[in-house]
Structures are given as C-alpha cells and as structure tokens.
C-alpha cells in the first residue's frame, strides 16, 4: 500500500541525537506513512542505530551512502519517497506526535500543495517559540502563494525588515509538508552547500513555491528545532560565504528573471542581500575564526565593500527599522567596520544569554 507521507531523514555524525528523532517519528498518530533516513557516509554509530530502529520497524528505509553533503542525502530521499506528500526532519530535532497527522488532514481536505507550521527552538536549557504574527489559519490561493509566500522567502519588504532574525524564519523545509508531485513534477531539487553556502532550504522553497497553487500555514509549533549541537554546520567558521552567497544571490536573481517576477521581488532580494550582512558578519565573528580583531574588522570591511552587497545596502531604508538595527544598518551603509563589530559582538553576547 502506497505511504500517505514519506518523511526523509539526512543523517551525519548524529548518534547523540538520532534516537530522541526517530522515537518521534515513529509515535505520530499517523497511519500509513514511511521513514527515508539517509545515512550520510557517517563515521560515529549513527547508521547502526538507523539500522537497529529499521530490523524492529520496517516502517523506516534505509539508504547508506558515501558523504556528499545535505543537500544530495535529501535528494536521494526525494528519488525513494512513495508517499502522497513529502516531509523532512533533521536527525537532531523532533516533532510533536499530531504534526504531520494535522497538516496532512488540511493538506487533504482542500488539495493543498504546501502546509507549514511555526516550531519551537531548543537550546538544551530552555526552549523558545518562534513567533510568527499571523492568525492561526493562513491559505493562499494561485498568485497570492507567489505574492504572499514566495515573496517572503526571496526577501523582506517595508515594515518586514523590522525583523532581520525572522529572514529565514519562512524558508525551512523541516516545517513544511509538500505534495510529493509538486516537488517531482517540476524537478524541484536542493543545490549543494559547497556552492551556496547556506539557505539551501530556502532556495528549494523559492522554486517549490513559484509552482505551488496552493498555500496553508498552520500557526501552532509542532516541530523542535535543536539549537544545542555545537557540531552543527551552521555553528562553524566558513571563510567563503561571501563568495557562496553570491552565487545563491545568483541563483534566486536569474530564476526571478527566467519567471519574468515583479520589479517588488527585486527590491525583496536587495533587502535579503542587505539584512545578510548580519548572517556574514557573525559568522566573519564567529569563534571558528582563529585570526586576529584587527583581522575580523578587516574581513568585515571587505563584506560591506562588495560591490553587490554595497550597492543593495545604499537602497536599503533604515524608517521602519528600530534603533538598534538603525544604528547596525547605519555602521554598514557607511562601512564602518568596527562598529558593526562591536555590534555584532554584542548581538552574539544576546543570542547565547537570552534567545
């Protein structure tokens, strides 16, 4: 019988974790569905826990792969899924048992392509929901899934970019359950980190959404997003993310160019380009990087001087912004390299002490 869901798992050096996610998956109150867990070439014990779940629940499928990265575990899921719709979950998070029975029942009802929940983050000693100011019901309907949702993950408009920590609150693919003929159909796949950077989830949900013609976010966090793992990728120094988000910047420009999208969505990916200067600029700070202050402030001031991230930072409006991330936004219109790093030391300071 034909899974309703098939739930892809990329899995890397997880042993600490993948038992608290698998236990979960397998207590959704959900008939029907299968587990994809990709074993990602890892080198702890995690594939023989991936096995010892699958000899007792043939439920779960196991694919054991040489290490090439997230994205292509995720695209080898995608190639296996059986099921209707298609979900992911990281091998460190865990979801409530409902989720994915409640979203696949809005999914149903009225023939949705995309369904999305908010989710709460997890830092070991406490936790926090994201929030997300919207009624507890959205549905987007044809244009208005580009318009609405689309829109949103290319980037941030008037009042939104208020809120430079929820750019990529929208774009995960964890929170999300698609139709799985939305995603094959149309050859929707994940580019590869090396090229990119990060946001891979977010570019993957850029192509799905342009295709999607139909869009529900449910406001209820049933997902829990670990932010405890210090081996996390996202955790690390990557001395090429300039370079890496050029290319995604790229990515997302020629395909709203060959989609012929409003001149809006132009000014969105300018003011994605823009707020990513926090992104790039804590990770230039980050304790990955061993080289000196005078280094990192110099590191900082060649971000600021690329041309492209120069040239969407002189059209940025800093009116609805607070005073805070006025005074931030004004130390990277202007270049000044070493207040944005006593800034960005600060906002590190914050992250780690109240979140």
Not at 34 to 54: C, P, R
Not at 317 to 327: D, G, N, Q, R
Not at 340 to 351: A, F, T
Request: charged share 25%; net charge positive.
């Amino acid at each position: 019988m034909k899974p309703k869901i098939s739930i892809i798992v990329p899995i890397y050096n997880v042993e600490k974790y993948l038992g608290r996610c698998l236990d979960s998956l397998l207590k959704q109150e959900l008939k029907g569905f299968e587990i994809i867990g990709i074993n990602d070439g890892s080198t702890d014990s995690s594939l023989t826990i991936l096995k010892e779940y699958a000899d007792k629940d043939d439920r779960i499928v196991v694919i054991d792969k040489e290490n090439e990265g997230v994205s292509a575990a995720r695209n080898d899921g995608v190639k296996k899924a059986n099921g209707e719709y298609i979900g992911f979950v990281d091998p460190d998070d865990w979801i409530n048992p409902f989720m994915y029975k409640h979203m696949l029942e809005i999914a149903e009802k009225d023939q949705i392509d995309i369904v999305m929940c908010s989710y709460i983050r997890e830092f070991g000693t406490h936790a926090k929901e994201k929030i997300f100011d919207l009624p507890n019901l959205s549905s987007f309907h044809n244009g208005d899934v580009q318009k609405n949702f689309m829109r949103r993950l290319v980037g941030p408009l008037n009042e939104e970019v208020a809120n430079p920590e929820l750019l990529d609150a929208w774009g995960t693919v964890w929170s999300k359950l698609y139709r799985a003929e939305l995603i094959k159909n149309n050859n929707i796949h994940f580019v590869e980190l090396k090229e990119i950077g990060s946001n891979e989830d977010t570019l993957f949900n850029i192509y799905a959404s342009y295709y999607a013609k139909s869009f529900v976010f449910l406001n209820k966090p049933y997902y829990h997003y670990w932010r405890a793992n210090n081996t996390s990728i996202t955790s690390k120094h990557n001395p090429n993310l300039v370079s890496q988000f050029g290319k995604l910047y790229n990515s997302i420009e020629n395909f709203l160019y060959e989609k012929n999208m409003s001149e809006e969505f132009q000014i969105a990916l300018s003011n994605r380009i823009s707020l990513s200067t926090l992104g790039l600029g804590l990770n230039t700070i980050s304790k990955g990087n061993r080289y000196s202050i005078l280094k990192q402030v110099s590191d900082l001031k060649n971000v600021l001087n690329n041309s492209r991230i120069k040239r969407s930072l002189d059209q940025f409006e800093l009116k609805h912004c607070s005073i805070i991330w006025k005074t931030f936004f004004y130390f990277a219109k202007k270049r000044l390299a070493f207040g944005l790093y006593i800034m960005l030391m600060s906002i590190e300071v914050l992250r780690k002490t109240i979140r």
